[in-house]
């Protein structure tokens, strides 16, 4: 059956130094799976931006191939967001062909403004939209109709059919499980039409369809109420939450199903009980009786829904980020308790599996990841700046980017965890994303202040003191003055900038994380221990307050995460190498790296996209070091899911 896809790729026959000018004002061509289907036939895309930056890239990676080597350099893809081309230099409209592509075209049975805000928000839903247009005939529909359309067909929210409270709470457990979002004018005309029930006159429809964390506190609070009409005491009070009586039926089928893998996942928190044992049946999954036990089991539940959803070579990069976090809990909990052999042995097995899964998903994705858009969040390291950049041009006025350096998903869980203990007046809402590859701080971190892929600084992608002037440099892009843009390394002068009414984008290096991982001798057991205490010394918490009383919107970031590693011993490359990592070999000649690999011959000869012309890399095999053989290592420069996925958190008020 012919998808949306299909009716767009049928546009894109490629031929070698094929040149084509395509606008693109929905960025179709920047959704996964049709990036994956360009580049299986051989075409790049190239996004026109930044001018400068463009015609570098242009030059030195196309222009001349097709100069040397006509008909078998690559074929490309020049897009513009604009809705047309005109606004492209002139020798490319003279040499390309030229294309416009637009979601009008794919779904004309709906309103355009109403589609196109949709697919901005979640593009990962677009298949659900045109399965549902599929038998669509008939005049175009209005915005409300089509808001109804997407409301109904998409998200399973069509109001008609939503009668009570618990109707509501089934089907925004599912979107939020999913990470659905929903567009601005999708809420607010759900939120409208629902204030019309009478059912839903006391309920905070517009919060909880727009802020997850806020509905999965309601249904915490109205979980731990329901613990209590089953007998059970509460080992504490917990949250407080406006709606205290029991409303939600968590013996209904589709609430129960879903609020189980909540728990599981760790988006809703169990509540700790008083009981020599745990609750028999699915509520033990919400329920904490014994610290000790409960995590021993809790750990092999995680480590058999981890095997039952690993992803796939044709998986989407979301799926690697669902399953990320999911992996890092395994991990705190596999470090932080004594188990018995076989639970050992399998955490052991599914994490070399996970790392073989994952190396091979990089090797055929990875590059097409810097294409995806950058909204809603940012996907790669390098994304980040022009995130914080929409938002200010959305209205916001202050944005602060705390980077801590070499902070992993587990070890970002602990210092979460620590966090618990302590009265915040603030709250951090989830995700993460995908360090700019390989994972060392020179290439990692430049790429996050810079906003750009290390092709773009490929003077200083080897060296940690220009991260103050790509961020300066990038912001003054944005249209600020000089003085509305700061960048600290520690909190020393934090007070200076806080008080400086006129600075309206600050980056904050914090090093402790990345400190503490390279002087670990005692493996993770050890840095997460030191993490913790680092957390409860309330330091950061600190510093995140003073932000947001300042009144800034800040955001926590890290550059690469780490992973425990054994060594295997050093090349024996002398002058030959670029770049010395435990993790990660730089070379600038194919010899050199071939003689490199001959004292390591399971090592990876493989160098990421987006790296400055004539770098190759060598990554370290499995959970391997280039290191003394034996020895036991913290370290990061790999391609370990650990390494490679990091948090990304927004912090907010309460």
């Known amino acids: 059956m012919t998808s949306w896809r299909d009716n767009l790729l049928v546009r894109f026959q490629a031929s070698p130094g094929e040149l084509i000018l395509a606008a693109d004002p929905d960025a179709l061509l920047r959704e996964e799976q049709i990036l994956a289907a360009l580049g299986a036939r051989g075409y790049d895309v190239l996004t026109f931006d930044d001018p400068t930056a463009f015609r570098y890239a242009y030059e030195s990676r196309y222009r001349e191939r097709w100069r040397v080597t006509p008909g078998v350099a690559a074929a490309l893809i020049v897009r513009t967001d604009r809705p047309d081309v005109r606004s492209l230099p002139f020798d490319l409209l003279t040499d390309g062909r030229h294309l416009t592509l637009s979601l009008h075209d794919l779904m004309p049975c709906l309103s355009y403004p109403v589609v196109r805000d949709f697919f901005r928000a979640a593009p990962e839903l677009l298949d659900r939209l045109a399965e549902a247009c599929r038998d669509g005939q008939g005049p175009r529909l209005g915005d409300n109709r089509s808001l109804a359309f997407i409301a109904g067909h998409v998200y399973n929210l069509d109001p008609d059919a939503l009668n009570d409270l618990n109707d509501l709470v089934e089907r925004l457990l599912h979107v939020h499980y999913h990470g659905w979002n929903l567009s601005d004018r999708l809420r607010s005309w759900l939120a409208g039409e629902l204030d019309k029930k009478p059912a839903f006159g006391e309920v905070p429809v517009a919060r909880w369809l727009a802020d997850r964390r806020s509905f999965f506190e309601f249904v915490e609070s109205q979980w731990r109420t329901y613990l209590r009409g089953q007998g059970l005491t509460l080992a504490d009070a917990g949250p407080v939450y406006d709606v205290r009586p029991l409303v939600v039926d968590f013996e209904r089928l589709g609430i129960r199903s879903t609020v189980g893998i909540l728990f599981l996942e760790s988006k809703l928190h169990p509540a700790p009980i008083i009981a020599e044992r745990p609750p028999a049946g699915w509520t033990a999954l919400g329920a904490i009786a014994d610290t000790e036990a409960y995590r021993q089991g809790r750990l092999e539940q995680l480590l058999g829904h981890i095997t039952d959803r690993l992803p796939d070579q044709d998986a989407g990069h979301r799926d690697w980020l669902d399953v990320a976090p999911i992996w890092a809990e395994a991990t705190v909990l596999r470090h932080s308790a004594s188990l018995q052999p076989p639970l050992a042995e399998r955490f052991a097995q599914l994490r070399a599996r996970l790392a073989e899964i994952f190396v091979a998903w990089l090797k055929t994705h990875y590059n097409a990841l810097h294409s995806l858009p950058f909204l809603p969040s940012p996907v790669v390291g390098h994304q980040v700046a022009h995130t914080l950049a929409a938002r200010t041009r959305e209205g916001t006025e202050r944005v602060a980017l705390l980077v801590l350096d070499g902070l992993s998903l587990d070890g970002w869980q602990v210092l979460r965890d620590a966090w618990q203990s302590k009265t915040l007046t603030w709250r951090c809402e989830e995700s993460a994303l995908f360090a700019c590859l390989p994972t060392i701080t020179p290439i990692a971190r430049q790429a996050i202040f810079a906003g750009q892929l290390p092709l773009y600084f490929a003077d200083t992608w080897n060296r940690t003191d220009a991260d103050e002037r790509r961020w300066r440099r990038f912001w003054g892009e944005q249209g600020l003055f000089p003085s509305a843009v700061c960048w600290l390394r520690g909190t020393q002068n934090l007070e200076a900038t806080l008080t400086d009414v006129r600075v309206r984008a600050l980056g904050l290096v914090i090093n402790a994380v990345d400190d503490m991982l390279h002087g670990t001798v005692g493996g993770l057991e050890e840095l997460h221990q030191r993490v913790r205490l680092w957390a409860e010394r309330g330091e950061l918490a600190e510093v995140?307050?003073?932000?947001?009383?300042?009144?800034?919107?800040?955001?926590?970031?890290?550059?690469?995460?780490?992973?425990?590693?054994?060594?295997?011993?050093?090349?024996?490359?002398?002058?030959?190498?670029?770049?010395?990592?435990?993790?990660?070999?730089?070379?600038?000649?194919?010899?050199?790296?071939?003689?490199?690999?001959?004292?390591?011959?399971?090592?990876?000869?493989?160098?990421?996209?987006?790296?400055?012309?004539?770098?190759?890399?060598?990554?370290?095999?499995?959970?391997?070091?280039?290191?003394?053989?034996?020895?036991?290592?913290?370290?990061?420069?790999?391609?370990?899911?650990?390494?490679?996925?990091?948090?990304?958190?927004?912090?907010?008020?309460?």
């Open 544 to 654: 995140i307050g003073r932000l947001l009383r300042a009144g800034f919107d800040v955001w926590l970031a890290s550059d690469h995460g780490s992973t425990a590693a054994h060594g295997i011993g050093r090349p024996r490359e002398g002058v030959l190498v670029e770049g010395r990592g435990t993790r990660v070999r730089f070379y600038t000649d194919p010899v050199f790296l071939e003689r490199g690999r001959g004292d390591v011959p399971d090592a990876l000869a493989w160098t990421p996209g987006g790296l400055p012309a004539g770098i190759l890399t060598l990554f370290a095999p499995g959970d391997a070091a280039f290191a003394n053989q034996g020895e036991q290592i913290i370290t990061h420069g790999g391609l370990s899911l650990e390494e490679v996925v990091v948090p990304w958190i927004h912090v907010t008020m309460q």
